[in-house]
């Protein structure tokens, strides 16, 4: 999942007249943060790559191979500029994602909603197998997920809010959804109309 930065646009707001004027070091750091971003974008399966739309089946053995591949996902989400990514998303059909919940990286192997809560909440949700799409989804506000980690070891979450939205919209990766899926058909509409000319040109 994309991570939304129009949290914090109001957060520059006060007392900095010269935060335009970057210093050489940092234009140089953003540049890099930049192709950072691209290279790990290159890596991730776009709209239109069949693997978006498979199942991916649940994970039997927890070896090192499990953990290499969940470290190197994490480096690749943290580049992307994401929150989370699904093992589909870089072509593996195994049930487990990464994810940054409250500010903590974690790794859930086989994950299973096992509550949910009752309200409702609707928000902006971006994709890294989208670009820069965003679009309004209905999500449940409170999960409780169950999961190993990448070492088998038994994992529960109870997560709300935007951790809870990470979630859920992850899981829907290893069951082949996209958030096209989930919007409504205005929005759905529009994204598709921006997504169908990059794959005539792919």
């Known amino acids: 999942m994309a991570h939304d930065h129009h949290d914090h ?6 007392g900095h007249e010269h935060e335009h004027e970057l210093t050489d070091a940092e234009a140089r750091a953003e540049a890099e943060r930049l192709v950072r971003r691209d290279v790990a974008l290159a890596q991730i399966r776009q709209y239109g790559d069949p693997v978006l739309r498979m199942r991916a089946a649940e994970v039997e053995t927890f070896d090192d191979e ?6 190197r996902m994490k480096l690749l989400m943290h580049d992307a500029d994401g929150v989370g990514l699904a093992a589909t998303q870089v072509g593996i059909l195994r049930r487990f994602f990464v994810a940054t919940l409250d500010g903590e990286d974690h790794v859930l192997v086989n994950p299973v909603v096992t509550a949910v809560g009752s309200d409702v909440e609707v928000d902006q949700e971006g994709c890294l197998s989208l670009g820069p799409i965003r679009l309004p ?9 169950e999961a190993k980690d990448e070492t088998g070891e038994p994992v529960t979450v109870e997560l709300e809010g935007a951790a809870a939205r990470v979630v859920q919209h992850e899981l829907d990766h290893l069951d082949g959804t996209l958030i096209i899926d989930r919007t409504d058909p205005e929005a759905r509409r529009e994204a598709l109309g921006q997504l169908r000319p990059r794959l005539v040109l792919a």
């Open 9 to 14: 646009d109001h957060d520059h707001d006060e």
């Open 66 to 71: 499990l953990a290499r591949v969940t470290e």
């Open 137 to 145: 989804v209905e999500r449940a506000a409170r999960v409780m997920v």
